[in-house]
């Protein structure tokens, strides 16, 4: 079945530490995205993709790092710069120039 | 920067009344205005609103644009408990931008028995 795959579901993290979260799609979709939510908001937009090796900056990008080596995947690395990381992350994709997203499941990342 | 306002923020009620979530936004050449309902971890879609005036419903939820107010209006009559989440709306940009989504803050609604 095609879908959206993130990984882990929960991921704990000491401060100063770097962590990666993956997202994976087997829909063949060109953009993918990535958003962070806090307790109770809605979503803020971290990083877009639309192709290849290329990548935009969303409204919240700063501590946060990606890469769009493949299609399929478009992992976020949350750097010991992002001071308050603790929040539910959500990837979604999408063909091109659509508005027909598909998400994730999500990843809840917790600073101990 | 595009911009989402959703309001209110939360709101209870108890089954069988009608709830009215308001959603404005400013997104740079905008194109669609899309509802989702959120309940534990993915949103799911609810409607997608482009042409102003014209009303898309799906059971007991139905939505509305008026783009000269940059608004829009998600209504649902005789709430259930099984309506309780958040309710999120977005606002979709176009130009170079096509595809992408704006989110606001989202309402929490929630149904009392």
């Known amino acids: 079945d095609g879908g959206i795959t993130q990984s882990p579901k929960y991921l704990f993290r000491k401060e100063g530490q770097n962590v990666t979260l993956s997202c994976e799609q087997n829909?063949?979709?060109?953009?993918m995205y990535w958003y962070r939510q806090d307790p109770g908001q809605g979503l803020r937009l971290i990083y877009y993709?639309?192709?290849?090796?290329?990548?935009q900056k969303g409204d919240i990008a700063e501590g946060y790092s990606v890469s769009r080596e493949k299609k399929e995947s478009f992992p976020l690395t949350v750097t010991s710069a992002q001071k308050n990381p603790t929040a539910f992350y959500l990837c979604?994709?999408?063909?091109?120039?659509?508005?027909?997203?598909?998400f994730g499941s999500g990843t809840r990342l917790t600073v101990v | 920067e595009d911009k989402v306002v959703q309001s209110p923020l939360s709101l209870v009620v108890h089954e069988g009344d009608t709830v009215t979530l308001n959603c404005s936004y400013e997104?740079?050449?905008?194109?669609?205005l899309l509802w989702y309902k959120q309940e534990k971890k993915a949103p799911t879609f609810l409607f997608m609103l482009?042409?102003?005036?014209i009303e898309k419903k799906s059971g007991r939820l139905s939505s509305i644009l008026d783009k000269k107010e940059l608004s829009s209006i998600l209504n649902i009559t005789a709430t259930q408990t099984g309506d309780s989440a958040i309710y999120l709306c977005?606002?979709?940009?176009?130009?170079?931008?096509?595809?992408?989504?704006?989110f606001g803050q989202g309402t929490i609604l929630t149904v009392h028995p």
């Open positions: 829909l063949n979709h060109d953009a």
């Open positions: 979604a994709s999408s063909f091109l120039q659509s508005y027909g997203y598909t």
């Open positions: 997104v740079t050449n905008f194109r669609s």
């Open positions: 482009t042409s102003s005036g």
């Open positions: 993709s639309q192709i290849v090796n290329d990548f």
């Open positions: 977005a606002g979709g940009a176009g130009g170079t931008s096509y595809g992408k989504l704006t």
